[in-house]
């Protein structure tokens, strides 16, 4: 057959029906939404106080106070902590070496919140902007940004129906006073406790962190300058190095003990709280995660 | 769509055998490589050499029917193209044109009115691809009224976005029907766009068609030209956005007059929450449906392209006025061979934003995110620039002309540049003055040189620029020098050197020397640049 007479049937039936493609192509629709805007997640808030251990992720947030885009991020991760409550432990890290997150010498953006942990963690897993998080380091410490860890964090912690992921791991923190309670000088002591619930292969590490909450402080929010911003769950300081140190998993349960001494990064030891984690030292994905608020009072 | 491809391709050759004559093949070719070597001194860093490369090959057969492809080679891509990396075809169409009809399969490039709800375009220097794959259709209903309708998915890199967009497109031309016989001649036209992306997301409800309509009108009569666009888009939060369900809206309007010797124009815009992509959480230049014209002078003096201005697609209101203006030859001021004059302001503000309700802050994800009045201007200037330019040709062999620039850059808000460590991003305000020189020594013979200043006592400081440039005949050679001697830490030099060789549609050009690091931009479009050191090579060929 001559091209010319393939086209031209072609063209013809283009022609006589050029009215039903318009229309075809016309029947565009639009999806409005009214408030409220988000959906509730049924079941996805764990309670840790429960008997039965509940999966727990660590997001590692990567902020700094002069990122006017972070207020946007850590949003988001307040979102997240709504819906998933116990399911979820934050970690917000200040790296060295970015604009971002260098402190100035006086006013309201001179808190220096930077810890040479988690700039070895962002040279690690090739950081590359603000604002992003690790989410369990799963991908080899993949970097999303923050409107990306929603759907991520479901598949974590729920499977295809929608049924919470049983956890291989249960972390039980508990924290007392060595001495004195009331004297803060003195050292605290930090007892973590591994159940194994799973045959795991491979070797784990177990990472043990100390946090701060109600920090106030300067931060770049949007356009303005927020002098009196409240930062929380800020990586203060790591009791057992960066990376931790390796565990053995042949046994059903570890206990490990560590001394706190106030160290000097901290403001306030009572807004403080211990955060541990145990990852795959090949793949580098935590397993699981937990946190325990360091309450002197309790101790008494 | 690969089989159609291959199909027509197989129909091509078969019917190249029959009929040679009826068959035209074209294309166009660039090559660009850089070598990249340490030097603290700028803050470049040694990487491996790049390449990026592409090819256009176009095949038609008589006068409606053509197929086209794109070859793309990107070997170790600077930051920022990273994800370019590798070689494909990245574009192939086949394109049929005939009885008022026009039906191209495979990817197009195109735009409704200005392009605020609808544009995809090509710009391997901005790294921007975002074609559309799929169908579009233009149809000359009769004299006067021209339909489009395009469906398919964008370029996102080497794959596809995950949205799909739909739209339409319909131009009127009154005159054609009724003002037969007036001077003044009116069109209108109006778009409608969607695009569809499955909700995935627990938490926030998204809405998974998206939809958004613009109306334009163009009058002109005589010496004096009228255009507008209004666009309007429904809740379409996404990570530009910070994930609000504002509904978005544009208005452009502009006017001119023009006559021998005079042109004047004035425009505005107003932006708010019209950024518009085709996949939610899409950042940087990737999947843009739409564009957003800018309204400041592009400039191409190297020292005026320093602190440009970046299009705020979030919220923007601002003007521009331009007025050239020709002082006749032989007049007191004019001399004999008269003297162009040129004026540019150009500003833009915040939009107004306010708290959607006491509970709520602005912009605050899965909120409507403000309210904006739509008069009101925002709190901070973003932008403001005035060009003054006077072009004089002293005699037959030489030309001169001079610019003074004064800039204000609002990077505390804007925070597009590159601040130094421990420092924080803040208002810019510059001087920049240049005196550009051209010597005519023979036909095809020229020298040019220019002298440029900025002056500023805000972020790297003062900078200087000197440049000598040869043109003779097809070959050309430069060399020039940017100081920035004001910098805070330590002056530092960009020299360049610069040769080529033009002849008809082909040109290579080498280059060696060091490029700053900063903002490259065009139509309020940019991305970053490096800092680097190497030799560069560039060919471009169309045959």
């Not at chain 1, 949003?75 to 200040?94: G, K, P, Q, S």
């Not at chain 1, 990852?279 to 580098?284: C, D, L, Q, S």
């Not at chain 2, 002056?455 to 040869?470: D, V």
Request: charged share 20%; with cysteine.
């Amino acid at each position: 057959m001559d091209l010319v007479l393939i086209l031209q049937v072609l063209f013809d039936m283009i022609k006589n029906n050029i009215y039903i493609i318009f229309f075809f192509l016309f029947s565009l629709s639009c999806d409005k939404i009214s408030a409220p805007f988000t959906e509730g997640c049924l079941n996805c808030c764990g309670d840790s106080e429960n008997q039965k251990p509940i999966k727990t992720i660590l997001i590692e947030e990567f902020t700094g106070h002069k990122c006017s885009n972070c207020p946007n991020g850590t949003r988001i991760i307040e979102n997240i902590i709504d819906t998933y409550c116990d399911h979820v432990v934050v970690l917000a890290c200040h790296p060295f070496n970015q604009d971002f997150t260098s402190p100035n010498e006086s006013g309201p953006l001179a808190t220096d919140f930077r810890t040479t942990q988690t700039t070895e963690i962002a040279e690690e897993f090739g950081f590359w902007g603000f604002p992003s998080a690790l989410l369990n380091r799963i991908n080899n410490g993949e970097f999303f940004q923050p409107f990306e860890l929603n759907t991520e964090i479901h598949n974590l912690l729920f499977d295809e129906n929608n049924n919470p992921i049983p956890p291989d791991l249960d972390i039980k923190i508990s924290v007392s006073s060595g001495s004195d309670p009331i004297i803060t000088s003195a050292p605290i002591v930090t007892s973590i406790e591994i159940e194994k619930l799973n045959e795991l292969n491979g070797e784990y590490k177990l990472a043990v962190v100390v946090s701060e909450d109600f920090i106030v402080s300067g931060q770049y929010d949007g356009n303005e300058l927020i002098e009196d911003y409240e930062h929380n769950h800020v990586y203060r300081s790591a009791i057992n190095g960066t990376w931790g140190e390796l565990i053995d998993l042949t046994e059903k349960t570890i206990v490990k003990h560590y001394d706190l001494i106030n160290p000097n990064e901290i403001n306030d030891i009572s807004n403080c709280t211990i955060v541990a984690y145990v990852y795959n030292n090949e793949t580098n994905e935590i397993i699981q995660a937990a946190k325990k608020k360091i309450d002197l009072f309790e101790q008494l | 769509m690969k089989k159609l491809f291959i199909f027509t391709l197989t129909l091509f050759f078969y019917s190249n055998i029959e009929s040679q004559n009826n068959l035209s093949f074209s294309g166009d070719l660039q090559i660009s490589g850089q070598t990249f070597q340490e030097d603290s001194s700028i803050g470049a860093e040694k990487r491996e050499p790049n390449l990026n490369s592409y090819l256009n090959l176009y095949l038609g057969y008589k006068d409606y029917l053509k197929i086209g492809t794109r070859l793309e080679l990107y070997k170790n891509p600077i930051p920022g193209f990273e994800e370019y990396e590798g070689e494909g075809i990245a574009h192939k169409f086949i394109q049929f044109q005939k009885w008022n009809l026009d039906v191209t399969i495979g990817n197009f490039y195109d735009q409704f009115g200005s392009g605020v709800l609808f544009r995809s375009y090509f710009d391997p220097n901005l790294g921007v691809d975002n074609s559309v794959n799929g169908a579009r259709i233009k149809y000359r209903l009769s004299s006067g009224i021209d339909l489009m309708a395009i469906i398919g998915k964008q370029r996102n890199y080497w794959e596809q976005g995950e949205g799909v967009i739909k739209g339409f497109d319909a131009q009127i031309y009154l005159n054609d029907y009724i003002f037969k016989k007036s001077e003044t001649t009116i069109s209108l036209g109006g778009s409608f766009v969607t695009k569809y992306q499955k909700d995935n997301d627990p938490f926030f409800i998204l809405p998974e068609n998206v939809g958004a309509w613009s109306g334009r009108m163009n009058i002109s009569k005589g010496r004096w030209n009228f255009e507008s666009e209004y666009a309007y888009k429904i809740n379409d939060p996404s990570f530009t956005n910070n994930y609000i369900y504002k509904n978005g809206n544009s208005l452009i309007l502009s006017g001119s007059y023009s006559k021998k010797g005079l042109g004047l124009v004035l425009s505005g815009k107003r932006v708010d929450n019209m950024n518009f992509r085709s996949d939610r959480d899409a950042t940087l230049q990737q999947l843009n449906i739409n564009f957003l014209t800018s309204l400041n002078k592009q400039q191409s003096y190297s020292l005026a392209t320093i602190y440009p201005y970046v299009t705020q697609p979030n919220g923007e209101i601002g003007i521009q006025f331009d007025c050239f203006y020709k002082i006749p030859k032989k007049s007191s001021l004019g001399g004999k061979y008269g003297t162009e004059l040129n004026l540019n302001f150009s500003n833009c503000f915040t939009i107004n934003k306010t708290n959607p309700s006491d509970s709520e802050l602005i912009e605050q994800p899965g909120t409507l995110g403000y309210e904006s009045n739509f008069l009101e201007f925002g709190n901070d200037k973003l932008f403001q620039e005035i060009n003054i330019g006077i072009k004089k040709k002293i005699n037959k062999k030489l030309k001169l002309h001079t610019t003074y620039i004064n800039v204000f850059n609002n990077d505390k808000i804007l925070k597009a540049q590159k601040v130094l460590e421990g420092e924080e991003h803040e208002k810019i305000f510059s001087n920049i003055f240049i005196l550009e020189s051209e010597y005519k020594i023979k036909s095809r013979y020229t020298v040019k040189s220019e002298i440029q200043h900025l002056q500023t006592k805000q972020h790297f400081g003062n900078w200087g620029m000197g440049l000598i440039e040869a043109n003779l005949k097809n070959f050309f050679f430069s060399i020039q020098d940017l100081y920035n001697y004001g910098n805070p830490i330590s002056p530092t030099h960009y020299y360049s050197i610069t040769t080529g060789f033009i002849k008809n549609s082909h040109r290579v050009e080498l280059r060696y020397g060091k490029v700053r690091a900063g903002l490259f931009c065009v139509g309020g479009i940019c991305r970053e640049v490096p800092a680097s050191n190497g030799f560069s090579i560039n060919i471009t060929s169309s045959f």
